[in-house]
């Protein structure tokens, strides 16, 4: 089970960026499986531009590198990276804890 967990709302600079992050997702994905991550997303607005992306990792210095994989590959494309607008860290683990304290508590 990840220990990491971040979910990311991403905006691509232009409909081009947008499109070509949608042609090469596959790809993405082959690096985050790679490096021990899982990438799952979904479009939130084409309009906008903007995807939700969610990213398991073992620990947050493997997202890391994972991204920085991630935008090597965009730029030896010449793929314009999309920009985050916002991250949250799901901290999967210390959640569990927390849930776990609080279950002792309620009965005790």
């Known amino acids: 089970m990840a ?5 990311q709302i991403i905006q691509c600079p232009s409909e081009k960026s947008f499109n070509d ?5 596959e790809e993405i994905k082959k690096i985050a499986d790679h490096m021990g ?9 084409r309009e906008e531009r903007t995807f939700k992306l969610n990213i398991y990792a073992p620990s947050k210095d493997i997202q890391m590198n994972c991204l920085i994989e991630v935008m090597k590959m965009l730029q030896s494309r010449g793929i314009e990276p999309a920009i985050i607008l916002q ?3 799901l901290r999967c683990e210390e959640a569990e804890e927390i849930l776990e ?3 002792e508590v309620l009965h005790a």
């Not at 220990?3 to 979910?7: R, V």
């Not at 992050?21 to 997702?25: D, E």
């Open 3 to 7: 220990k990491f967990n971040e979910e």
């Open 21 to 25: 992050h949608l042609l090469i997702w």
């Open 87 to 89: 991250a949250k860290d």
């Open 101 to 103: 304290g609080m279950k």
């Open 37 to 45: 991550c899982q990438f799952t997303w979904g479009i939130l607005s």
